[in-house]
């Protein structure tokens, strides 16, 4: 397949970006392995899920291997975009071989610049295949992130190394326990793309490549990203797919975030304090998701991650962790935007004991 970003100057920029950042030992391997083995048991006794494949082990990694691995990710889900537009902006002559190069190492800048900062602020991520791929999931933690998170966020190191470890230990326990999570969203994301990249016309790539000349290309790219690219998702069957994908993903963050809280000690006030620092945090959110969502056009906003949590605990404390359950137990489950706002008419769907009050 033709490539069209500059993917070596991604690499580089990310990297320079990133930044090194200063480990610590209360971070070290031994710690986060510590740390998510309790984690994972309490996951496991709170959630009442069954993996049906063993979790992958933590790993500690710096920045740059994070870098690489967000690279890689978006390498995957930009297949198709990358294949349309090269070939799409091909011109007879000079002009579009350097249009395409130019083109390429400014969305490489972009794609650097995005993942870059997101590498200095992510501080752990369940790494999954979201396309056809064969490659084993990974539960990664960022080393330097964690040490300077911590000093934001106070507390002792254990207690907020635990914590973080549930959330990330969910998302394990999630992807191995529902057989058929990950193909669904990697089915949603390919029906994303697949039907954006068919709606690239030639011409009005080539145009794009004059465009190039005119201004400044990093811009022209950031144009096609947020702007072109969000007009081809705004039919009515992209829409529908956005939809869905972007509901799932809040139930899967929410789901982490509620099991983050209520698997953790109750009675430690600690808990408390981290999860009010960490919404401050948060309003400046970075990281893989903020990447692939620019990437996309879609607005995967901190208030959809925040509704996701409210869903769950608003079911759990109806009807229990066996309702919120149920969400795993088929595609159709997964509750609908508007059902994330009103969490009774999902349980009504679902066929819950009891219904929540009228909002």
Request: glycine share 8%; charged share 25%; aromatic share 6%.
């Amino acid at each position: 397949m033709e490539r069209f970003i500059d993917w070596r100057l991604a690499q580089r920029v990310a990297e320079g970006v990133a930044g090194g950042g200063t480990a610590s030992a209360a971070f070290s391997q031994p710690a986060v392995d510590a740390a998510c083995a309790d984690a994972q048991s309490l996951v496991l006794d709170y959630t009442q899920m069954t993996p049906e494949h063993p979790l992958p082990a933590p790993e500690v990694v710096d920045r740059a291997e994070w870098v690489r691995v967000g690279l890689g990710t978006l390498r995957e889900l930009s297949h198709a975009f990358e294949s349309r537009v090269a070939n799409g902006m091909k011109a007879p002559g000079p002009i579009g071989g350097i249009a395409r190069s130019i083109a390429g190492a400014a969305a490489g800048a972009e794609a650097g610049l995005a993942v870059g900062y997101g590498a200095r602020k992510v501080l752990g991520q369940y790494d999954v295949a979201l396309t056809t791929s064969d490659r084993e999931p990974r539960l990664l933690f960022v080393g330097p992130n964690l040490a300077a998170t911590h000093q934001q966020l106070g507390e002792s190191p254990d207690l907020f190394l635990r914590w973080i470890a549930i959330h990330e230990s969910t998302h394990a326990v999630q992807f191995t326990s529902v057989p058929w999570l990950r193909q669904h969203l990697a089915d949603l994301l390919e029906a994303l793309v697949e039907g954006a990249a068919a709606k690239i016309d030639r011409a009005s790539l080539q145009d794009f490549a004059r465009r190039i000349f005119k201004t400044d290309p990093r811009r022209a790219i950031r144009s096609l990203l947020q702007g072109d690219l969000a007009r081809l998702l705004a039919g009515p069957e992209q829409a529908r797919v956005l939809d869905r994908l972007q509901a799932a993903m809040s139930v899967i963050e929410g789901h982490a975030e509620h099991v983050m809280d209520a698997a953790a000690d109750a009675e430690e006030p600690g808990y408390a304090r981290m999860r009010e620092r960490l919404e401050q945090r948060r309003a400046k959110r970075g990281g893989l998701g903020e990447v692939i969502s620019r990437l996309l056009g879609m607005e995967l906003k901190l208030r959809q991650y925040r509704l996701g949590k409210a869903f769950c605990d608003a079911v759990v404390r109806e009807d229990g962790i066996e309702a919120l359950n149920r969400v795993w137990s088929r595609p159709e489950a997964l509750p609908t935007n508007e059902e994330l706002e009103r969490p009774q008419r999902w349980l009504e769907r679902v066929g819950a004991s009891t219904v929540l009050p009228a909002a």
